[in-house]
């Protein structure tokens, strides 16, 4: 099975922070999807090292991914680096939970 970046952006597109009512795509949470022969690459991050969901959410990246992955094994990383800020966030995301550029 072929799939694109575009694939697994619409599968992130769906999964959502739970304390947030905003998807990880547009929050920002996702730095890369790297797709190779074998496997998928994931790098992601949270909004806070302390965030009480976050093997939850690692996990349901992995498994939602691997329903569209074409048999490759899917990887999560977990990184801190650069450190998540607003300014990764879409302007949609911004709009939804009503951060202007004054309030942030």
């Known amino acids: 099975m ?5 694939d697994i952006i619409a599968v992130l597109k769906n999964i959502y922070d739970p304390e947030i ?3 990880i795509w547009d929050l920002g949470l996702i730095y890369d999807v790297l797709i190779h022969d074998s496997e998928i690459i994931i790098n992601m991050t949270f909004t806070s090292p302390t965030c009480p ?5 690692l996990e349901q990246v992995r498994l939602d991914v691997e329903n ?3 048999g490759r094994v899917v990887k ?3 990184v801190w680096n650069p450190p998540w800020d607003l300014s990764r966030m879409s302007e949609a995301a911004r ?7 004054q309030g942030w």
């Open 76 to 78: 999560v990383n977990l």
């Open 53 to 57: 969901m976050m093997e939850d959410l």
């Open 68 to 70: 569209v992955a074409g």
């Open 21 to 23: 009512p905003v998807n």
């Open 2 to 6: 072929n799939v694109t970046k575009d």
């Open 95 to 101: 709009l939804e939970l009503d951060l202007t550029e």
